[in-house]
């Protein structure tokens, strides 16, 4: 299974949590302890199975979330 | 190590103003990513309705104008036939598209225009804070129907996919939506196919994104992610109700 990494603009980040309801490998959660400037506690990776789907990033509605293929 | 997934560069920097989970984003960017895919981005002008994605020529990183409530397919009739090289879209509501646009939208589609309109059906009046729609569900709840819409009192629902394909002018029309990632890929796979119509000249195309409104069906963007499956999809069925091209292939 191929490896991938995830990356949130977690400025741009309003906490829907889409792409927490989509991700295969629960690799997201929403943040506990962070708030944005936009005032919503952003999603954050909480594990490395993330299998580089892109299932969040084309689900996130702000375009905050860059997902890398590691080799 | 290779990046499979960033910002297109079709949308600008802008933050979108959009509510959390709002799937104007989502098919902002499918729109957005369509147009560089197809390397049409320099050559796209869009007529931005009135609702709540009036402001989305700021988003878009192509030229755009905000047209009058409804209006969009008349200015956008207007731009193709003095630039017929260009790609012209419209970007519309349910309300601005099948409430005040409903004559623009038969017409432009009766004429055989040749531009792509992408219709946003939420259910609901987004902007002005959940009024009823002409797509509202029976039995939905809003502002203007509090108990739920009763058709007895406030008549029936459009099916404006249907409603179009019954016209001669469409030579594309498809309805998706965007409430799983499988539905967004055929999502913008439906709005490339009507971008490369437009751009082969064959008439007017059509594509109807069944959207979501959290704010205004009160429900968190994940429960009206599954509202959109479990109900509006089972009214508004998804899939294409007309293409010309595949008849052709035949």
Known sequence: ?71 | MAVIFQKTKALTDVKLHYCPGCAHGIVHRLVAEALEELDEVKNAIVAVPVGCSVFANKYFNFDAIQCAHGRAPATATGIKRVHPDKMVLTYQGDGDLASIGTAEIIHAAARGEKITTIFINNGIYGMTGGQMAPTTLPGMKATTAKNGRDPKINGNPIRVCEMLSALDGPVYIERVSVSTPAQVTQAKRAIKKALEIQRKGLGFTFVEVVSSCPTNWGLTPVKAMEFVREKMIPYYPLGVYKDITAEEGK
């Open chain 1, 1 to 71: 299974m191929a490896k991938g990494r995830v990356t949130i603009n977690e400025m741009l980040c309003k906490g829907c949590e889409l792409c927490v309801s989509v991700c295969p490998k629960h690799v997201l959660q929403l943040s506990t302890t962070k708030i944005n400037a936009l005032g919503y506690n952003p999603a954050e990776v909480v594990n490395d199975d993330c299998i580089a789907c892109t299932s969040c990033a084309k689900m996130c509605p702000d375009c905050a979330i860059t997902v890398e293929k590691l080799d």
